[in-house]
């Protein structure tokens, strides 16, 4: 008999748990996942994503539900209190992966698909559920919780907490934060305008000493002001309504405003100092948060849980060997790393209150541009260490081609071996994409062309679209095979 309930339990469904739960069920595990409230929360906070996570969607099966609730913005931008554009982020709408580069969208209404897609799926979803204690042995994990039929209890093969912030998961494993010693409080200012007028439709950073600003155009009629709360001042004071009025003032549109959120947040970095004991995981905001300045914090949980859902699948229906699971923080951690490192650097510009200092830094900003130094590409590091070749391009993503079609989709929820006289691949869970074949013609020119600036003749694709590795396809499938043991365990 079964001794499990199921082979995943998620304990919290913001955006990671969602996502999570959505790939895991799609793999084939069953999947149960419980949530303290009765439905998603209703207020906007991330403001943008980029083209992995719109790629992550098109794998859960949402994004042609997801595209249409966003908008692509045209560029970011960092000006001074005068409006010199100190910084520029072109952002282009067909970027290398398939996608725009960057979406504008109002979360809310994101977590309402993905939570259609949970139900389309058949996953097991609890509301009004909470956390009451967990406790793991060898082969499974026991959780208790309480809700709306009384405490209960659901032992699973795995659990990850994707409970935010205040993760209780991530008490109950007695993990502690680092903490990057960024801590800055900001008003967060959320409104729906039906008649925007003249409102710059873009996302900037105003960097005046006087008061440093965010103002982001969402999606539809939503815009965003972040104000900077200067040392001394209140918050209860700062989201008084005739506070509020006066900081819109330079907009003119304090009149047609209708505030949907008014709140003051610490912006900071941190980041937990285990993600996995033992069958239990943390995952989002559970292990990690940062300041909003790089629009990161939803995309770095997303990608925990596409990092996560095939290892777990794996491992669930094989004897995995520890460095499998292990390799979920060897890989996410350092890569959150660098985005908290980016966001923190792009906050220490926009931060700055004394005068003196924010005119050396345009003066320096300006000479920059001017010369034609400033590197306006975001770019974030491959996956390093962990279930990865040492090739040329192991912990990239592949691109993305379009022909007709995307190409993941000749992927689905597989990993995939590319190139020309592939080996047989009995049942392992890849596909076999030759070059040659109809499907694939549509887009060997380009993958031929990736190959060659890699001098390779094939790569191995894992499920999360990361290169395992490079080159001759018999060694890249022996080493795949190796090192998720896939042939001891069938
Ligand atoms: C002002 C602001 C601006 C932001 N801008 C951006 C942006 O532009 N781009 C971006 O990518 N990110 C942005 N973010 C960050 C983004 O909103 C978060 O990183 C994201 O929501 C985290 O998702 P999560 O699923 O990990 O956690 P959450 O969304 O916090 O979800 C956690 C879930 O767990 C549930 N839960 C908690 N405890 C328990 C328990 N004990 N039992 C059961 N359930 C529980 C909660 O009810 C909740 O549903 C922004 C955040 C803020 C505040």
């Known amino acids: 008999m079964n001794e499990f309930d199921c082979d995943l339990l998620v304990i919290g469904l913001g955006p990671t748990g969602d996502i999570l739960s959505i790939l895991a069920r799609m793999q084939g595990l069953t999947v149960t996942a419980i949530d303290r409230e009765p439905a998603p929360y209703p207020l906007p906070r991330a403001a943008v994503f980029d083209h992995e996570i719109m790629r992550i969607f098109q794998m859960a099966g949402v994004a042609d539900r997801i595209e249409p609730l966003c908008r692509v913005p045209d560029r970011y931008q960092f000006l001074t209190a005068t409006g010199e554009v100190l910084l520029d982020f072109p952002i282009s709408p067909e970027g290398p992966y398939g996608w725009a580069e960057t979406y504008a969208l109002h979360q809310p209404a994101v977590e309402q698909a993905l939570r259609a897609r949970l139900a389309e799926l058949d996953v097991d979803v609890r509301l009004s559920t909470t956390l009451a204690g967990l406790r793991q042995d060898a082969n499974g994990v026991t959780v208790e919780t309480t809700g709306p039929s009384g405490p209960q209890t659901i032992r699973a093969r795995f659990v990850v907490g994707c409970d935010g912030a205040w993760s209780s998961v991530r008490e109950a494993l007695g993990v502690g934060l ?5 801590d800055e409080p900001w008003l967060v200012l959320d409104t729906i305008i039906e008649e925007p007028g003249d409102l710059p439709i873009v996302c900037q950073q105003i960097c005046d000493p ?3 600003v965010t103002h982001l155009a969402m999606s539809g009629n939503r815009f965003r002001w972040e104000f900077m709360l200067k040392p001394g001042e209140i918050p209860a004071e700062m989201v008084e309504d005739s506070r509020i009025r006066e900081l819109l003032e330079p907009w003119h549109c304090a009149d047609r405003v209708m505030i949907e959120r008014k709140a003051v947040y610490r912006f900071h970095g941190l980041v937990a100092d285990r993600w996995r004991v033992g069958r239990v995981f943390i995952a989002g905001d559970a292990a ?18 596409a990092n996560l859902a ?6 669930a229906r094989s004897d995995a060997p520890a460095d499998m699971l292990d390799s979920y923080q060897t890989e996410r951690e350092p890569h959150v790393r660098s985005i ?17 200092a924010a005119t050396a830094r345009n003066e320096q900003m300006l000479a920059r541009k001017a010369a034609g130094e400033q590197d306006v590409s975001v770019q974030y590091p491959p996956l390093k260490g962990g279930l990865l070749l040492e090739t040329a391009a192991a912990g990239a993503l592949f691109p993305q081609p379009i022909a007709g079609r995307r190409f993941d989709e000749l992927l689905g929820l597989s990993g995939a071996l590319v190139g020309r006289e592939l080996p047989a691949l009995d049942d392992l869970p890849l596909v076999r994409l030759d070059l040659d074949s109809p499907a694939l013609r549509p887009f060997a020119a380009e993958i031929d062309s990736w190959l060659a600036e890699h001098g390779a003749s094939a790569v191995l694709i894992r499920p999360d679209r990361h290169v395992f590795g490079v080159g001759p396809p018999a060694l890249l499938l022996q080493q795949w095979n190796s090192r998720l043991r896939l042939r001891e365990a069938a």
């Open 210 to 212: 006087a008061r440093p």
């Open 288 to 305: 990690h948060q940062m300041p909003p300045f790089a629009g990161q914090g939803m995309c770095s949980g997303i990608r925990d849980a």
């Open 310 to 315: 095939w290892k777990l699948a794996l491992a």
């Open 178 to 182: 680092s903490d990057y010693a960024f």
């Open 340 to 356: 908290i490192e980016t966001a923190i650097a792009m906050g220490r510009v926009v931060c700055l209150l004394n005068e003196q």
